[in-house]
């Protein structure tokens, strides 16, 4: 953690070096952890890439009371370096069909890789879920591979269709719900992300790992239908 | 059961927030403001918790078919109970049968009308608070109804201790995240004279019409806070209020004071404010 900044007067802004990277993401995930844990009241904490915001409701708490605490919590978390978080990695199906695949065309032009080699490089990689936000269960993924990086629209879509899987700049990342949308879509993903008859709504948390797996039209199909059933449980996308 | 008849401009449910779920997406929502509505509540004999219909400009033509108490607070509202007029910062006691028609708000933005016991509708992790598509529906429709709470047997009605000045037009600010990345002219602009309100505001932002010139660098999304002024790199500034996204890639320069956030509120197009830093 490299400081914590005021941010109004009811909440603190924690931030870690400003990279992209799993082991500072890791670092600060498992301090999430702790402070969740050890802190005293009602607080919320909301994390995403390198910051924690920290959130509370009572008017007259001693603010630098609660950045010493957190500072000593923190030096103390050093000593102890074992991570007891559980990390789960998640295979989420997509199809990428050409009448979902709307601006595959456009990576096809930038990038000079084919439809399907496109579609390999975006399977291939290890996504890390740095945080939610954006719409309720929206995943901020990171480890898109450069080749097929692509600025956002220069005019947003009215509408992009829920479970829309897109590319924006170094992000990817699925709509949980239909939304205006600047993103370069290039598949659907046939799994609710963000379900309010669930706890938590969304079963994929900030840390965990997502594989994309390419999926045929029938099999989209299938999923679709069995995500409507009360049976439905996302615990089977579960790779480990 | 209390019927919509007509549902006013932006006419929806209110508590005091969806809290714990900011972390999966989920902004906190809720009464934008807190004080009105409280005051709203307390006439009525409710609980601070207690959901309210939070209106907007202009209201909604309830029918009740059930009696109860009602009170609403915040922005001047015209107020009719079966044709008569009635007062703001008040509490009346309606009969089975009884027309409640809110008109036009005259100086404000957002009145707050608590029911005694509470509106009903369904609650959606944890609050009543309307936000689409976590609840069914962003405001009321034509032809909705809705149920009220129990009563609470006490009956006594509080009254309001403090009330929201709304021609007030000092707005207080604590510097954002990013507060140290604004130029010498960046906080001429920002403090030295009134900044205008834009037709773009509603529950989820304020945008200022006012363009002070944007800040170079770009920024990675982080997590935001209501109340959080955000400067575009085109220069225009955005207020974030209750409905916002909980996550921004703009600047956090200015955070507002909680009470500024219930006063902006009730600002509109055209109304100027003035910011004051409180460091």
Redo the contacts between chains.
């Keep these: 953690m490299k400081h914590i900044?005021?941010?109004?007067?009811?909440?603190l802004?924690l931030?870690w070096e400003?990279e992209?990277d799993p082991k500072i993401l890791q670092n600060m995930l498992d301090f999430k952890k702790i402070l969740l844990e050890s802190l005293e009241g009602?607080f919320?904490?909301?994390?995403?890439?390198w910051?924690i915001?920290l959130?509370w409701?009572k008017?007259n708490l001693n603010i630098n009371d609660l950045k010493d605490d957190i500072h000593a919590l923190y030096d103390n978390s050093l000593v102890n370096k074992k991570s007891k978080r559980v990390v789960t990695t998640w295979e989420l199906p997509v199809y990428y069909g050409k009448e979902v695949a709307w601006d595959m065309e456009s990576i096809v032009s930038a990038s000079g890789l084919d439809s399907k080699q496109i579609i390999e490089k975006h399977c291939g990689a290890t996504y890390t879920v740095y945080?939610?936000?954006?719409?309720?269960?929206?995943l901020?993924l990171g480890g898109l591979h450069k080749k097929i990086h692509k600025d956002r629209l220069a005019m947003p879509r009215a509408k992009v269709p829920k479970g829309a899987v897109g590319i924006a700049g170094e992000q990817t990342g699925i709509y949980?719900?239909g939304s205006p949308g600047g993103w370069n879509i290039i598949g659907n993903c046939p799994i609710p992300l963000?379900d309010?008859n669930r706890y938590?709504?969304?079963f994929v948390k900030?840390g965990d790992r997502i594989y994309f797996k390419q999926v045929r039209k029938e099999t989209f199909l299938e999923w679709k239908a069995m995500v409507e059933t009360p049976d439905f449980n996302p615990n089977i996308l579960k790779l480990i | 059961m209390i019927e919509v008849y007509n549902p006013g401009l932006f006419t929806s449910v209110q508590d005091k927030g969806r809290?714990?779920?900011?972390?999966?997406?989920?902004p906190v929502s809720g009464v934008m403001d807190e004080i009105s509505a409280n005051n709203a509540n307390l006439l009525v004999g409710n609980s601070s918790d207690a959901a309210v219909l939070e209106i907007t400009l202009v209201g909604p033509t309830l029918k009740f078919h059930q009696s109860a108490i009602i009170a609403c607070c915040g922005a001047s509202i015209a107020l009719y109970v079966n044709g008569n007029p009635i007062k703001i910062n008040n509490a009346y006691t309606l009969r089975r049968g009884d027309l409640l028609e809110c008109k036009k708000i005259v100086n404000g933005c957002r009145s707050y009308l608590a029911i005694s016991g509470g509106i009903n509708t369904k609650e959606?992790?944890g609050s009543r608070s309307f936000y689409f598509?976590?609840t069914s529906q962003s405001r009321l429709m034509l032809g909705d109804s809705f149920s009220i709470g129990k009563q609470k047997s006490s009956g006594t009605k509080k009254q309001n201790t403090s009330f929201l000045d709304i021609n007030a037009n000092v707005i207080e600010v604590?510097?954002?995240?990013e507060f140290s990345k604004l130029s010498f002219n960046h906080l001429e602009q920002l403090f030295a004279k009134k900044l205008s309100i834009s037709a773009q505001n509603n529950r989820m932002g304020y945008q200022l019409s006012d363009n002070i010139g944007g800040i170079k660098e770009s920024m990675?999304?982080?997590?935001t806070?209501p109340?959080?002024i955000q400067l575009t790199p085109a220069g225009k500034l955005i207020i974030l209020m209750k409905d916002a996204?909980?996550?921004g890639g703009y600047p956090?320069i200015l955070?507002?004071?909680?009470s500024s956030v219930f006063l902006l509120a009730q600002k509109k197009f055209e109304d100027r404010i003035q910011f004051r830093y409180l460091g």
């Excluded at chain 1, 900044?5 to 909440?11: C, D």
């Excluded at chain 2, 809290?19 to 989920?26: E, H, L, P």
Aim: charged share 15%; glycine share 10%; net charge negative.
């Design positions: 900044k005021r941010y109004g007067e009811t909440a802004l931030e400003a992209i009602e919320e904490i909301v994390s995403l890439y910051s915001l959130i409701d008017p945080g939610i936000g954006f719409l309720p269960g929206f901020y949980p719900q963000f309010v938590p709504p969304s900030a | 809290f714990s779920y900011r972390d999966f997406g989920v959606v992790l598509p976590v604590y510097p954002g995240p990675i999304t982080a997590p806070l109340g959080t996204q909980t996550t956090r955070q507002l004071s909680k």
